[in-house]
């Protein structure tokens, strides 16, 4: 707000020195010194104009920033029907997908049943909130952080998930078809039930995750950790890439990639 106030009194004062040069300039050219006052009137009264279009165009700016800012802290409210009403009101702005979400704090948030499909979520702290049953269809959540979180039952079809920290998070019966996971941080988080056919799952820690009767047919695990995680009755289909990069069969011993006293037990390298 001070950088506006030194912006407005600096674009008058450019306005007035504007107004006051062209006058003295045409009098001087014309030696019409007498209508001088004349033209000076005539230059400041179009620079007032001018000032005030401006005006009109910076207050409005910053209303609309104001408006934005207000709608985002409704966005983190643990009211439910205040963060439905949020996120109507900021898709109709076109700040849902724009960016502006991008980094939001919503800590906390009661996001249950929502509609964030295709938001821009990205590295956005959602950690703790509840997205029971939301829609965050091909919605970007890279880098987020969902600690914690409760997505159980929501809709990740084609979500950008990647890098993001779901560390003991609730993604029961989660459909998340197609979703990208790779290199997210899923630590103890619970995946029963969950819908992950053709997820990618690249070097993405699974340890000690839940996936019991999780389906993970033609899912890419290449490079995942998962050691002690739990894989009961999972679905895995012959185009299922294991983590080691070979594909899953009748004969695949899955205790080899979660049980770490298994003789052949295979675990990805630790970064260098």
Known sequence: MEGTARLRVGVLLILIVVGLVSSLGTAWRTGDWEGLFLNLGTEMLGAVATYVLLELFIGGRERREAN??????QLGSRVNDVTVAAAEELR?????CDGSLQKAILHGANLEGINLSEANLKKADLSDANLEEA??????LQGADLFTANLQGAILWGTNLEGAHLTQSNL????????????????KADLQWAILEGATLRETNLEEAILREANLQGADLI???????FLDE???SENTTLSDGTKWTLDTDMARFTDP????????EEPS
């Open 234 to 236: 999972a679905g895995l």
């Open 92 to 96: 109709r702005h076109g700040w849902l």
């Open 68 to 73: 934005k800012a207000a709608l985002i802290a």
């Open 223 to 229: 490079g995942a950790n998962l050691k002690g995680a």
């Open 172 to 187: 029961r019966g989660a459909i998340m078809w197609g979703a990208n996971l790779e290199g997210a941080h899923l630590y």
């Open 135 to 140: 829609n965050l269809t091909e919605a970007n």
């Open 261 to 268: 006293d298994h003789p052949d037990f295979w675990h990805p």
